[in-house]
């Protein structure tokens, strides 16, 4: 399932399934929007937002936002010891995605990157 998170007052919503070291990594960049863009925005259109991606399926739903599998990253990680990686995606001054997914499910653009294959 696709989990869009816009603010640090929705982490609560998030499954207890996921490790707590993504969990903190979402959070800190949460923080960081909710400081700069305020967190009573509407994240979809300023400031931005992470999403947390499991499955192949998940990642076709986003591709109508964004298409991970063909548009680089600015950056992306390994989230040590979790199964995920991070990757952000800057679409202007005032707007990211920052975009978390299952290690096994990262196309090949993004793993690429990691490993400079």
């Not at 070291?21 to 960081?32: M, S």
Request: glycine letters at 6%; charged letters at 25%; proline letters at 4%.
């Amino acid at each position: 399932m696709l989990y869009r998170i816009g603010t640090t007052a929705e982490i609560p919503s998030l499954p207890s399934h996921f490790p707590e070291k993504l969990i903190t990594e979402v959070f800190q960049g949460l923080v960081v929007l909710d400081c700069e863009y305020g967190e009573n925005r509407n994240y979809l259109e300023s400031g931005g937002y992470s999403v947390i991606l499991e499955t192949c399926e998940d990642i076709q739903e986003f591709a109508t936002t964004l298409d991970v599998v063909n548009r680089p990253s600015e950056w992306a990680t390994l989230i040590d010891n979790t199964g995920y990686i991070s990757a952000l995606y800057i679409f202007n001054d005032d707007f990211s995605i920052m975009v978390y997914m299952k290690s096994e499910i990262m196309p090949q653009i993004i793993r690429k990157e990691l490993y400079e294959e």
